[in-house]
């Protein structure tokens, strides 16, 4: 129902009343409400106390993701329905841009507390530059080298030696992810996940040229192909993972190096589960409801613009993460 | 779909389920001036308890959670949200758009706000207390050393972040797509212009302070050490982040105060703006700076000299842009035919004050010096004087200026001129002495002082309640005015306004603009 007034101008579509906002807040604030109290329980509470956390939460969650269906349905109700003018068109699409903006500042930050304190931290607390009087007052002995595998705590010789208050113990991994043998290059997982990331980026493209020339068949088949892929990327780092702590003691207590592994990578992986999820809804919206067609097909083409942003999210992790 | 020509819908579905810029802008002021009441009721505790040496009214631990409570409930719950009401009700009046571009979006931005302060004011009455390091939160007393409610305040403030990304995307896909023809970038209005700024700056640091309480909450719960040297980390990372965010953030609080004194100082002085692009370019000059000047607030952590230097220099920088505004300001009133209402004296107030503000920033911004003003009182007073004299004194011009157009009735401007006086009087004597027990040494953030500074913060105190005191009466002359106030029905409520917001009938109608104008 595009509704013409004079001269061509096209009504934009302000949407009537709707409870959608409302519903969305209570799962979130059920969701974040749940989410701290389960982590109190863990660090604060009495073991084996009974609470309500995890109740609270999935209540919360269950609500949160079921309103964002019905929102995200609605939406597409209304585009199929022909209510959408094409300045809202561009509203959806500056809305993606600069979300996805929010998104890489998110990413600016780990990164910018990974190059601190590698390129700073590191050789302070070792004695460096104007910032190295601590070495000698805090942490005699302690050296600095990326991956860090000696925390400074265990330098001066555990949690109980260091002069400064103790706030846990950090016992760095024996091994580091970084790249070891070229004898068995095949063997290192970071790898075949930049090759697998990179391709799922490349048959994305291939999905949205199909689209583009109405091929439905050919979308169809590299989209799934894209998120088969996202799955194996997904699967690739939860074996990595499980490496990490089963036998590289590599663990979110193993010092910075630890944590910024963990951080940045667990924060991509969450984002390319996102990432996938968008595709999985897009496949599945062409495959069941036949919807798409080569010139309106935005709700697959934002999820296109997020997967590719993961994709180059993960070359910078795979430079700065892995490899240098 | 139905029928976009009838008014309002009856009863609380009209707020709850609302899609309406108008009623989200509502919403949102009386929001914020609800937190400005909180917020104003810890800093009077404050006050109390600094009223004399000693410790009188509450203990240390209790006064750390009202600094802490007061600056977060200020800044993330007052200040902020009345300036993105104010945004709500203005933007697509003056730039001639039917709403806000994504309206159901623009609602769930509102909503989070009341449960998550909600959230975050309950934690003052859970075991352990409310946070108690400073609005800062500076790791480890936000982490180490906190109170298990720390983890909600983590997540209040992931939540908080979420509605200001929401409601800046919102503004700025409304400013780049829904202007009406004609209404090219150098024509907007320049509170439209501070907001697209604005609205840039929160989406580019909103997810940098979710990032730093991400790594807080690891830091507490799952054995990380970003904060922590024993792991290889550092506490001072936690201040480089924060204040990455932080810097930009308080340029976040006073652009749309520069916006709205940008409208108001022409209006009475029935002169254009002078030097609208050399405003335009001096606020994204601002912008630009505030990414990277952020170390300026940790002169005293160490940092290697050659730090110190550039985050000086390029802090005093900022002067220059700054000084453009505050002289194209005055030079609008030069040789205008000037008349001073209520919105008038608080832009002059807010011109004056302001500046005293920037000038102590100026001071602050040379290193060697900082060394000594750093987390005194001289801190304080210098930022109340930006925040309170700059962001909530043209906040209060902005209601006064506008309300007649919102709700079709004039306030009373004897009570607005009182108001005017009272907060000018009651705030100078608040905040000014403040310099002089900063520079004599007096820290802040501590309950309790030595016996020299005790007159001038009697002074501070009394002059921080007659403040308080002012702001009921402002709230008694809006309710007034909105039941009872004389009626006005012209479009341009005051002779010297321009903008489209004034062709508009008087009040504005429930819908507005739903043909876009054409403007020359």
């Known amino acids: 129902m595009t509704s013409q007034t004079s001269a061509g101008y096209e009504k934009y579509y302000v949407p009537e009343k709707s409870p959608l906002a409302i519903c969305a807040t209570i799962g979130l604030i059920l969701s974040i409400f749940g989410a701290a109290s389960i982590m109190n329980d863990m660090t604060f509470g009495e073991p084996g106390q009974a609470t309500s956390s995890w109740t609270i939460f999935y209540l919360g969650l269950m609500f949160f993701v079921g309103t964002l269906f019905v929102w995200f349905r609605t939406t597409i109700r209304e585009n199929i329905a022909g209510m959408n003018s094409a300045q809202l068109k561009k509203s959806y699409v500056l809305g993606m841009f600069w979300f996805i903006f929010s998104e890489v500042m998110f990413f600016f930050c780990f990164f910018g507390a990974l190059f601190y304190v590698r390129v ?33 705590q265990e330098a001066v010789g555990g949690a109980g030696a260091q002069l400064i208050a103790n706030n846990g113990s950090f016992t760095g991994a024996e091994t580091s992810m970084a790249f070891r043998d070229a004898h068995a290059w095949w063997a290192w997982l970071p790898l075949w996940n930049t090759i697998v990331l990179l391709s799922s980026s490349f048959t994305c493209h291939l999905a949205h040229v199909g689209i583009l020339n109405g091929n439905r068949k050919k979308f169809n088949f590299w989209l799934a192909v894209t998120v088969l892929l996202g799955i194996i990327f997904l699967c690739l780092q939860a074996l990595e993972y499980y490496e990490a702590y089963a036998e590289f003691g590599l663990t979110l207590n193993a010092g910075i190096y630890g944590s910024t592994f963990f951080m940045l990578t667990g924060f991509h992986g969450f984002h390319v589960a996102m990432g996938m999820t968008m595709l999985l809804i897009q496949l599945l919206r062409s495959v069941l409801g036949g919807q798409f067609t080569a010139k309106d097909h935005f709700g697959f083409e934002a999820s296109s613009w997020y997967w590719h942003f993961v994709d180059v999210v993960w070359v910078f992790l795979f430079l700065f993460v892995y490899i240098l | 779909m139905g029928d976009h020509h009838h008014g309002p819908a009856k009863g609380l579905s009209r707020w709850l389920f609302t899609t309406n810029h108008k009623d989200i802008g509502t919403m949102y002021l009386w929001f914020s001036f609800a937190m400005f009441i909180l917020g104003g009721a810890f800093a009077m505790i404050i006050r109390a308890e600094l009223f004399q040496p000693g410790l009188q009214l509450v203990e240390p631990a209790f006064f750390n959670q009202m600094t802490t409570m007061h600056g977060l409930v200020m800044v993330f719950g007052a200040i902020m949200p009345s300036f993105v009401g104010l945004a709500n009700w203005l933007i697509p009046m003056m730039i001639g758009a039917p709403d806000m571009a994504l309206p159901r979006m623009n609602n769930w931005s509102f909503w989070i706000l009341p449960p998550t302060f909600l959230l975050l004011a309950s934690t003052l009455f859970m075991e352990g207390g409310a946070p108690a390091a400073g609005w800062t939160f500076y790791a480890p007393l936000s982490t180490t050393y906190a109170a298990p409610s720390v983890t909600y305040f983590i997540f209040c403030v992931h939540v908080l972040g979420l509605s200001s990304i929401m409601g800046s995307i919102n503004i700025i896909a409304t400013v780049m797509n829904m202007r009406a023809p004609g209404m090219t970038y150098m024509k907007m209005p320049l509170f439209v212009w501070t907001w697209l700024i604005t609205a840039f700056l929160l989406v580019a640091v909103m997810p940098v302070l979710a990032g730093a309480v991400t790594m807080m909450l690891m830091d507490v719960h799952f054995g990380t050490s970003f904060f922590s040297a024993a792991g290889g980390g550092d506490p001072v990372l936690f201040q480089h982040v924060f204040w990455f965010f932080g810097h930009p953030e308080v340029y976040i609080i006073i652009l749309p105060a520069f916006g709205v004194v940008s409208q108001i100082i022409p209006a009475f002085s029935r002169k254009p703006l002078f030097g609208y692009d050399s405003m335009v370019y001096a606020t994204a000059s601002i912008a630009f700076l505030s990414f990277i000047v952020w170390a300026h607030h940790m002169f005293t952590v160490g940092m290697p000299v050659a730090g ?50 920037g000038f102590t920033g100026l001071m602050l911004s040379i290193a060697p010096a900082d060394f000594q003003y750093h987390d005194s009182y001289f801190v304080v007073a210098h930022f109340h004087y930006v925040m309170v004299a700059g962001a909530v004194f043209s906040m209060s011009a902005a209601v006064y200026f506008w309300l007649p157009k919102w709700c079709g009735r004039m306030y009373n401007e004897t009570m607005g001129k009182t108001h005017f006086w009272i907060s000018f009087i009651g705030f100078n004597l608040a905040f000014f002495p403040q310099h002089f027990v900063g520079l004599a040494g007096m820290p802040r953030r501590i309950p309790d002082y030595a016996l020299q500074f005790a007159d001038f913060n009697m002074m501070s105190s009394i002059g921080a309640f007659i403040y308080g005191l002012s702001q009921i009466l402002f709230l008694y002359n809006v309710i007034a005015t909105i039941v009872a106030g004389k009626r006005v029905s012209e479009p341009k409520v005051w002779d010297g306004a321009e903008g489209l917001e004034w062709t508009i009938p008087t009040p504005a109608p429930y819908h507005t603009f739903e043909v876009p104008p054409a403007v020359k």
């Open chain 2, 308 to 357: 110190e230097l550039f985050f000086m220099y390029a802090t005093m920088l900022i002067a220059v842009p700054t000084g453009v505004k505050v002289f194209n300001w005055v030079t609008t009133m030069w040789r205008g035919s000037l008349s001073f209402e209520t919105p008038m004296l608080f832009s002059i107030g807010f011109l004056v004050l302001f500046t005293i503000g």
């Open chain 1, 120 to 152: 700073l931290v590191g050789p302070w607390l070792a004695g460096e530059g104007e910032g190295g009087r601590m070495n000698g007052l805090l942490w005699e002995g302690f050296s600095f080298s990326w991956p860090l595998v000696q925390t400074p």
